[in-house]
């Protein structure tokens, strides 16, 4: 590329400022093309080029046009090639990488291309024109030029700093652009929609049309200097005033059309608000009131936990924006899947989920951790907060609120180091942490932070945050830290069984070490999505076109045997989960999973001995607790005829077929009456009840069922934690405490499971009292009159 980068000074030479731009372009498509995730047309290759590119155009525009006599429009049209033909060598940079390593959709990517630096760069051509003209009425000889390039920096730059504001200033965290096209704002969402971007370039294509309607009316003077005229072409005149319309009203609907969007859009749109004593919930009001005002009281709870395990106040009020799906926060905000904050704003985003929410305290342990971040943004991170340290970031938020699991963060780490698999921590902790599984660096990072936390204390974790080196406060450098946490770590014991579910979830490639996975896992949506609605030939299609691309990945072919066990020709996708199985080169958790599903066809078509069998196999080797309880459950029926109807309705369906809970419901309940001394069919009804989130019908189902023989492994201990889930949820604190006890003084219940519930008896006990005071009558199906005094 060095090569090319001096052929192109020379062009500038010999052929001016047009003939080098297109070099550069060219040399900068090969060398970005180099880089894993940038070989090809697609996102990421044109978001760079619209990036780093329309600067250089622009610049090279200006420098060639201002000093010609061209005629004003043909000035512009020369601009305007000048950005074309940059654009024209970066996407044959793309194609050739492409050719090389492999195409992802060259189709889908050329578009993506087409409308991000595809219409970018003839707009900074089209500016750097407009640059050319200004410093050819200001200035004269080298004062011309340098204009001409301040001006024609000040276009894209400008660009980039009017994003930076809108990204500081308001919740979204995605960005359109004139120059640069569209940025997602967010690594993790790997499936995007780029369907606003066709409208916001319709407002650059009327832009294009009225500057040119404007260019067509210029002429020149004896100076050389642009000038007004008349055409003499009213039709002309016409076509620009419109065009110039309709791209102000473009740019003013920004926020309907999603371009754009302020706290105030956002806020109009959800429409709901519950004012708390710290938290300010913004909420979508198709989401349920009894939903949003558990949410608002978990919310309230959470800072107090956060608080208390980071030992310093965050901020007086943090608001908590509730959208009611994905897509509506992706539409409104930018980020789809991945629950965000922004700390410096004291808010916090996510999509309505169950109760307990598994993410809205590692969120305000963002915001509460801004009390000792650095810069603008708030975090931590080296030259005063604005270079990220993002294993610090999501560290502190992973350990002061770990996820409900079956393993702690230091276990799943063990786990890792046994297999291997433990990354280095000076990888981590520096910008690294972006290129390693996500999975794998947030748990590595959060089991070392708490590990800091519990042995140097809370005080030393804030000062390492607010930029103090971890060295001089812990009087270790990191290598010795990081010798002392293995140690730690050395002294946790895992079987085979840890292990093998370590290895399923963190031996994952990172998404830059992956081929073309956003077209891989939208491939895996569409085909979720068409399976769904009952268009299996189209999942199919789907799940080929992904394998052409990932052909080693398990996960496709357990889909694809899924999508074929779903239909009519479900013995096929038992033939495909067959192969699997007997496939040396499968993973342990892909042979395990099909082994459960050929049970389950065993199961659901009367074949009771063969799905004992498989279940009893796969059951050896899980630790998921909700997966290992549903197993035995299932092995259960395979044993007991009278119970098989009930569950098969409930869990599994016909062979072909979907489960049906209605129907499920029923049969259980004659079961409970022919039953009385067995508490399975009361467990499930009460499972059933927490499920549907009502949760006063689910306690006396639990209750009922605790009451009586529980013989299925685990189902107690399931029963339990349902309960602790069910009375915490309705504000009844003391019933969570007594189940909680006996809850730990259940044999085989994991220590991080043990952990999750104590966290959510700890989250009732903060919740505020008059929230519980509202949450019981709403969950009952009482009036909603005292709820409209709480929430609006």
Known sequence: MTRLSAVALRAWAARGPAAASVLLALAFGLGVGWVPGFGGPGYEIALATGISMPSVVAVCAALDLRLAERAPLEALGRGFGIGLAAFAATALAALFHGARGGFCDPTAGLEIMALG???????????????????????????????AVVAALAGPIGGIALS?????????????????????????????????????????????????????????????????????????????????VASVCVTLAGAKLGHWGTRATIEAE??????????????????DRPRVALFAAECEAHVSLVEAWWGARGPEKITAFLFASEGQKARLMGAAGTNIAKPWRAEVYVQDLDYPHRVIGHELMHVVAASHGRGPFRVAGDLAGYLPNPGLIEGVAVAAS?????????????????????????????????????????????????????????????????????????????????????????????????????????????????????????????????????????????????????????????????????????????????????????????????????????????????????????????????????????????REPALRPAIVTLLLGQPGEGSDRTAAAALLGVLDRERPDDGLPAYLLGRYFVDAERYPAALRELDRALARNLTVPR??????????????????????????????????????????????????????????????????????????????
């Open 402 to 638: 770990p996820k409900e699991d079956d393993l702690t963060p230091m276990e799943w780490a063990k786990a890792m180091k046994d297999l291997d698999l433990l990354p280095r921590l000076d990888s981590l902790f520096t910008l690294g942490f972006l290129g390693e599984n996500s999975s794998m660096a947030y748990t590595v990072s959060g089991a070392f932070v708490g590990w800091v936390h519990d042995q140097h204390g809370s005080e030393v974790v804030r000062r390492w945050y607010g930029g103090e080196p971890l060295s001089g406060l812990t009087g270790h450098d990191l290598a010795a830290l990081e010798a002392s946490w293995h140690d730690a770590l050395d002294q946790l014991v895992l079987g085979e069984a840890e292990r093998s579910q370590a290895k399923a979830r963190f031996d994952r490639p990172g998404f830059f070490a992956r081929k073309c996975p956003r077209v891989v896992d939208e491939c895996r949506e569409k085909a979720d999505s068409l399976s769904s609605s009952g268009d299996l030939e189209g999942a199919l299609e789907q799940l080929a076109r992904a394998r052409t691309l990932e052909p080693q990945n398990p996960n496709l072919r357990l889909e694809e045997a899924g999508v074929w066990s779903d239909g009519p020709e479900w013995r096929r996708g038992g033939a495909l989960y067959q192969e699997i199985v007997e496939d040396p080169s499968m993973p342990a958790f892909a042979k395990d999973r099909a082994k459960e599903a050929l049970a389950d066809q065993a199961l659901a078509s009367g074949d009771a001995q063969a799905a004992e069998a498989l279940y009893a196999d796969v059951i050896e080797r899980t630790i998921d607790e909700s997966k290992l309880r549903t197993l035995h459950v299932k092995r259960t029926a395979a």
């Open 270 to 287: 959800l429409g709901g608000r519950v004012d708390g004593e710290r938290c300010v919930v913004v909420y979508d009001r198709a989401i």
């Open 164 to 244: 930076l504001i809108r990204y500081y200033t308001s919740p979204i965290i995605f960005a359109y652009d004139p120059f640069a096209g569209y940025f997602s704002g967010t690594l993790y969402d790997t499936v995007l929609d780029f369907s606003t971007l066709g409208t916001y370039r319709l407002g650059s294509l009327a832009t294009l049309v009225a500057v040119a309607a404007l260019a067509a009316h210029l002429t020149r003077d004896d100076a050389g200097r642009a000038r007004p005229r008349w055409l003499g072409r009213p039709l002309v005149a016409v076509l620009g005033a419109f065009a110039l």
């Open 715 to 792: 189902v107690r201990i399931e029963a339990l934690r349902l309960k602790i889930v069910a009375a915490t949820a309705v504000g009844a604190c003391s019933e969570a405490s007594e189940a909680l006890l006996a809850y730990e003084r259940e044999p085989g219940v994991r220590g991080a499971r043990v952990d999750g519930s104590r966290r959510l008896v700890a989250l009732c006990a903060a919740m505020p009292t008059a929230s519980r005071g509202r949450l019981m009558g709403p969950f009952e199906g009482t009036s909603d009159e005292p709820r409209r005094n709480q929430v609006r």
């Open 117 to 147: 630096p595809g219409v970018g760069l003839p707009l900074a051509g089209v500016w750097g024109w407009a640059a050319s003209e200004l410093a050819r009425f200001v200035a004269h000889g080298r004062r011309r030029t340098v204009l």
